[in-house]
């Protein structure tokens, strides 16, 4: 059984930044982030292989950034310049079916979710 928790959630002005780390229970392949807020569809944010390579939804370029500590199984991600908008359920989730943020990817472990608000 893999478990992931997630930490760093929080409140935040607009323009200010968060790091949220997932701490996963073994050594796991292609990791990443979704987000979801109310009302609208759950989204991929980033994800990073094994190989440090990552990809970024369009939205989120420039602003976050994600990675990954092998020793400690410890993904981050590092958000930067938030916006309203992006008030969110953030997940950390293990194993994606596909190492991207296109095409709708699926991701059979997930952690419990840490809050994201940013206020304007």
């Known amino acids: 059984q893999v478990q992931l928790v997630e930490s760093g959630g929080g409140s935040v002005q607009a323009g200010g930044s968060l790091i949220l780390s997932c701490v996963a229970s073994?050594?796991?392949?292609?990791v990443g982030w979704f987000r979801h807020a109310p009302e609208k569809e759950r989204e991929a944010v980033a994800v990073?292989?094994?190989?440090?390579?990552?990809d970024f939804a369009n939205s989120v370029k420039d602003r976050f950034t994600i990675g990954r500590d092998g020793d400690s199984n410890t993904l981050y991600l590092q958000m930067n310049s938030l916006k309203p908008e992006e008030t969110a359920m953030y997940y950390c989730?293990?194993?994606?079916?596909?190492?991207?943020?296109?095409?709708?990817?699926?991701?059979?472990?997930w952690g419990q979710g840490t809050q994201v608000t940013v206020s304007s």
């Open positions: 989730a293990a194993e994606f079916s596909i190492c991207s943020v296109s095409g709708r990817p699926e991701a059979p472990y």
């Open positions: 073994r050594v796991m392949g292609c």
């Open positions: 990073i292989d094994g190989h440090g390579r990552a």
